[in-house]
């Protein structure tokens, strides 16, 4: 560091700067200049009148994250394949500049269509698309989602998944599908038919849900495909339905069906389904209903192996052979999770406390008022039992009405069979070269798929909630504008890991996020721009993104 040093010599005091910087490990003085006499320094800096100046319109943008969003969107060349898939005329915006605008939107600060335009003004975009935010208003984007019909949305997903694919190292050998479904405040009675009721995994059976499959990538999960359907569609009538899909994403993709595993969950099974991935020689890793394998609840712990999950949990699993859809001599994996076999049998315990307690409290009612009826107490007893831990216990109630008694017991061998059960589930595959322990990890590896939709989900993510639409057609542009804001989510996401940089998304919205552009007018010189923080984010992120050179 450079200092002023001063040096008192008789009566007078003199100024000198300097230097000190550590060589070969002592300190050396590396920098001498005489300034002169303290007196006559101050004389001369008094003559320096600093000038002020007014800084006027100030205005500060949001920049690091839309920035590091809109290089994705250039990477990937998502407004190009738009415009390529849809046929709007030369005037104003494009259509692939609008989706864009609502894609980077979703994942910086998701909200309304009509709300776009008030966000647009407080970013960086303003400045890079040069125009009005009038021109973003919910109308236009009504308009513009127009465009967006299945089969066009198809082939932009296609040309899409293609363009990451020269970007990345994308692994096809292994794919992950699931379901989900998004409730809705859509109360019309013109909606359309995705809307429907159904069974909403947010447990708003209240309302009318949409449903919504993906399959993505084993690996770090991409999203390739997705499929917006009617909520009340039952997961093995979807699945059904995606099979012929599959093959025809893959042809074009040019890969052959037997090169890809599909794994997927057990409410996507079906004789049927079964029936025809085999006949189509698509591989497969599904899981199985415990219901269908009672005979195997209870099998040896002693057959069991040792698996080392990538979480570093311990699970033990053991294969056997036998009958699964219809078809003999199937390869079927049980697997065992002490911690949730440990779970479910604590939950146990509570609920059956529960009953009990109820039980008690009705015995002590009873030849009182109208717990003198045997048969009423015999209805409230097979009321309080209707639940699955009831099955562990057996009421006996004896006497006539106004003397009555109860007799509570619990069946050791149903308690016993029951947690028997426990922390077990049931796999089976196609795949006769894949080891167990193979299968079992690939299983495992749902938690990719199951963490892209809580990015969706998510209110400080993508947030696909509350869909502002209500026709079919708006619904199923809405969510593939979410779909395309997860890829991109994923993609920055790789393509720093790909360069050495391993982040999560939450770590990369909040180290962009600090980058805030600020312009402002001088007395002499307009629009001044300069972005605060740059130092805040490394400089290997803003090299990789070119973000220095946006301005």
């Not at 109360?187 to 399959?215: E, F, M």
């Not at 991409?222 to 093995?236: C, E, F, V």
């Not at 049927?272 to 209870?298: C, V, Y």
Request: proline share 2%; net charge positive.
């Amino acid at each position: 560091m450079v200092y002023i040093e001063k040096r008192k010599i008789g009566t007078n005091t003199y100024l000198y700067l300097c230097k000190k910087e550590r060589i070969n490990g002592k300190v050396t003085r590396t920098l001498n200049i005489y300034l002169g006499k303290e007196e006559n320094l101050k004389e001369r800096l008094s003559h320096i009148q600093r000038v002020p100046f007014d800084i006027t319109n100030l205005k500060t943008s949001s920049f690091g994250y839309v920035a590091a969003l809109w290089r994705v969107s250039e990477m990937l060349n998502l407004s190009t394949i738009i415009n390529n898939n849809t046929s709007k005329r030369n005037q104003g915006l494009s259509v692939g500049d609008y989706i864009t605008l609502a894609v980077i939107n979703r994942i910086d600060e998701p909200c309304s269509k009509n709300a776009i335009a008030n966000w647009f003004d407080k970013t960086w975009l303003y400045k890079k698309y040069n125009k009005q935010s009038k021109s973003l208003s919910g109308q236009a984007y009504w308009n513009h989602l127009g465009y967006l019909d299945e089969k066009t949305i198809a082939n932009i997903e296609m040309a899409l998944t293609q363009r990451v694919f020269q970007l990345l190292d994308v692994n096809l050998d292994c794919l992950l599908f699931d379901p989900t479904n998004f409730h809705t405040f859509i109360k019309t009675p013109r909606a359309g038919k995705l809307p429907q009721r159904g069974h909403a995994k947010s447990k708003r059976n209240d309302l009318k849900i949409v449903a919504l499959s993906l399959l993505v990538t084993r690996d770090r999960g991409i999203p390739l495909m997705h499929k917006t359907y009617a909520g009340n569609t039952h997961d093995s009538t979807h699945f059904k339905s995606m099979i012929p899909e599959f093959i025809a994403r893959f042809k074009e993709l040019n890969r052959e069906c037997e090169d890809i595993t599909i794994v997927f969950d057990k409410g996507n099974n079906s004789v049927q389904n079964i029936g025809d991935l085999r006949e189509k020689n698509l591989n497969f890793i599904a899981s199985l209903r415990p219901s269908s394998f009672k005979h195997l609840l209870d099998y040896p712990e002693a057959h069991f192996d040792k698996i080392q999950l990538k979480n570093g949990k311990m699970i033990l699993a053991c294969e056997v052979k036998d009958k699964v859809f219809g078809l003999t001599n199937q390869r079927v994996i049980i697997t065992k999770d002490k911690e949730s076999e440990k779970r479910s049998h604590i939950n146990l315990l509570e609920r059956l406390d529960y009953i009990t307690t109820e039980l008690h409290e009705l015995r002590a009612k009873l030849n009182w008022h109208v717990w003198k009826q045997r048969d009423r107490v015999e209805n409230r007893i097979n009321k309080i039992l209707d639940r699955k831990a009831g099955k562990c216990l057996a009421v006996k109630v004896e006497g006539v009405d106004g003397s009555l008694s109860m007799k509570i017991e619990l069946l050791g061998d149903v308690f016993a069979k029951m947690i028997s059960g426990y922390g077990r589930s049931f796999l089976t595959t196609s795949r006769r070269d894949w080891s167990m322990k193979e299968v079992v990890f690939a299983y495992h590896d749902q938690y990719e798929v199951e963490h892209d939709f809580r990015e969706m989900k998510c209110v400080d993510s993508i947030r696909t909630n509350p869909m502002h639409h209500w026709t079919d057609q708006k619904i199923t542009a809405h969510l593939f504008i979410c779909v395309l804001a997860l890829l991109m989510k994923v993609f920055l996401r790789e393509y720093l890991r790909k360069n050495q940089v391993h982040m999560s998304h939450i770590e990369i919205k909040n180290c962009f996020q600090k980058m805030v552009l600020v312009q402002y007018d001088l007395p002499n010189k307009n629009n001044n721009l300069q972005i605060s923080s740059l130092n805040s984010v490394p400089k290997k992120l803003r090299s990789l993104l070119s973000l220095d050179n946006l301005i």
